[in-house]
């Protein structure tokens, strides 16, 4: 079936350094890639999405790239801050519905002062 | 504009009750998703609802069942509760485009703990 592979699983970075999250996708019809951003005890924050007619999106210090040829895309945070760190999910969307999404496993990153 | 909420925060049961969780969608979004997201996890899609109708289902036994109200609003009830079930619940609501993959905003969970 249908999955989205997430890596790292962890990422420690010292503040002010640049994160880079990568996911791979299964399925070349996906056409819809957001990312959400999860603090403990809360529910995922849509940080950043990306849809396939377009190759890269940035929004201040967050930006996504998209390879679809490839079947993956990017997270990229710049000049990282402590309230960077959190659970970080990437997700697609299933080709049979313009709904449902496929989760990634999540990256835990982690701001070194 | 209003957020999405959620009800109750947390929530404790025993083996085989029933629960209902609550969800009110964001100002001007007329769909909700049911997500369940076990510790350590990625959220797993549970049902949608669009108009008060089931719109599209995960792989969710007929134990969990919805409910959508004409003001958007939604219940996830969930019967014979199994100590699995432990989990956080989460809505998330969203405005469906024609042909455009729907962008969802969660809310922020109801941590259910099954003894």
């Known amino acids: 079936g249908e999955n989205v592979e997430q890596h790292p699983s962890t990422l420690s970075v010292q503040e002010g350094d640049s994160a880079v999250i990568k996911c791979t996708y299964s399925?070349?019809?996906?056409?819809?890639f957001p990312w959400y951003k999860q603090e403990l005890g809360k529910g995922p924050q849509l940080i950043i999405d990306?849809?396939?007619n377009v190759g890269e999106k940035k929004d201040q210090r967050i930006a996504v790239t998209l390879n679809k040829t490839a079947k993956h895309f990017s997270l990229h945070i710049t000049e990282t801050q402590p309230e960077d760190s959190a659970v970080y999910f990437c997700?697609?969307?299933?080709?049979?519905?313009?709904?449902?999404?496929?989760w990634g496993a999540g990256t835990k990153l982690i701001i070194k002062p | 504009e209003t957020g999405v909420t959620q009800s109750p925060t947390h929530l404790i049961k025993t083996r085989g009750q029933q629960v209902t969780l609550r969800c009110s969608s964001q100002s001007g979004h007329n769909t909700v998703s049911w997500y369940q997201q076990a510790l350590g996890q990625g959220p797993q899609f549970i049902f949608q609802y669009y108009r008060e109708e089931e719109n599209g289902r995960g792989n969710f036994p007929p134990r969990f069942s919805g409910l959508q109200f004409p003001n958007y609003s939604s219940e996830l009830n969930v019967n014979a509760l199994e100590l699995d079930d432990s989990a956080l619940y989460l809505c998330?609501?969203?405005?469906?485009?024609?042909?455009?993959?729907?962008?969802?905003?969660f809310g922020p969970g109801t941590r259910l703990t099954v003894l």
């Open positions: 998330a609501s969203s405005s469906p485009q024609r042909g455009v993959t729907d962008t969802q905003y």
């Open positions: 399925d070349s019809a996906s056409n819809y």
């Open positions: 997700a697609a969307s299933m080709a049979d519905s313009n709904y449902q999404l496929i």
């Open positions: 990306i849809r396939s």
